[in-house]
């Protein structure tokens, strides 16, 4: 599996409430973020790495230059005004590849992510498998509506009453996906909802898989939780 980590958003919540690292070294459990998603991707099979972050993350930059990892490492610096343009600007590198991508706050149990790594392996007839959870944490949460054998029918902005699951920021997608994201940077789309909707618009078939529980960084508070949540 390639892999691929949105790590250029500025992180201004975290600054605003006094946490002086750039997101992606916030630590949890003294584990910087992005060195815990690197670990977990080496531990399930990547075949390469590829990062995005702003042109402002020098910290970061001089961070990920004192890597040695066993697999090929792109690094992307490029300051972007959306999650979506980050993907974009890191499709150039993932090169149409089965890639699993996520953002660098994404927190999830590593042996979870293993099972729903080995279960995108085996799915076939599919053109990608979502991370979704029933766990709400999020502010502005994106609510995933499935039918009876979990295939995605729609992404919605608030629960019809009918949504189990809301996005958890895990998308591995195959070739075909990156069609789509062109053609919503062609056509002004903007955000990662938007482009989530676009491809089922576009016809692609995507299965959820549901995490016990996913947690984002937005606030300083969320730091704690996270830890504890992975205490468990």
């Known amino acids: 599996m390639h892999y691929a980590i949105i790590a250029a958003g500025e992180g201004s ?4 409430e006094g946490v002086r690292e750039p997101k992606p070294l916030v630590k949890l459990n003294g584990e910087a973020m992005i060195d815990r998603l690197v670990r977990i991707f ?21 961070h990920i230059a004192k890597w040695e990892l066993p697999v090929p490492l792109h690094l992307i610096v490029k300051s972007t005004p959306s ?3 980050s993907f974009h600007a890191l499709s150039d ?28 392996a085996e799915t076939e007839n599919y053109d990608g498998v979502m991370g979704v959870t029933s766990f709400v944490d999020d502010e502005k949460p994106l609510w995933v509506k499935t039918n009876g054998n979990d295939e995605i029918t729609a992404f919605l902005d608030n629960n019809d009453g009918d949504c189990c699951y809301v996005s958890g920021g895990i998308y591995c997608l195959g070739g075909k996906a990156l069609d789509t994201l062109n ?13 989530q909707r676009a491809l089922l618009e576009d016809g692609n078939k995507l299965k959820a898989w ?4 996913i947690m984002d960084i937005d606030h300083a508070a969320d730091i704690k939780k996270a830890e504890q949540f992975l205490q468990l």
Do not use: W
């Open 210 to 213: 549901n995490f016990c529980k």
């Open 183 to 195: 053609a919503c940077m062609e056509n002004g789309v903007s955000r990662m909802r938007n482009y």
């Open 13 to 16: 919540r975290l600054q605003q």
């Open 83 to 85: 999650s979506m343009h």
């Open 93 to 120: 590198v993932i090169e149409g590849q089965p890639f699993c991508l996520t953002t660098v706050d994404t927190i999830f149990m590593p042996e979870e992510f293993g099972r729903f790594i080995r279960f995108v």
């Open 42 to 62: 080496l531990e399930n099979n990547a075949l390469s790495i590829s990062i995005i972050v702003n042109r402002e993350m020098r910290e970061v930059q001089e």
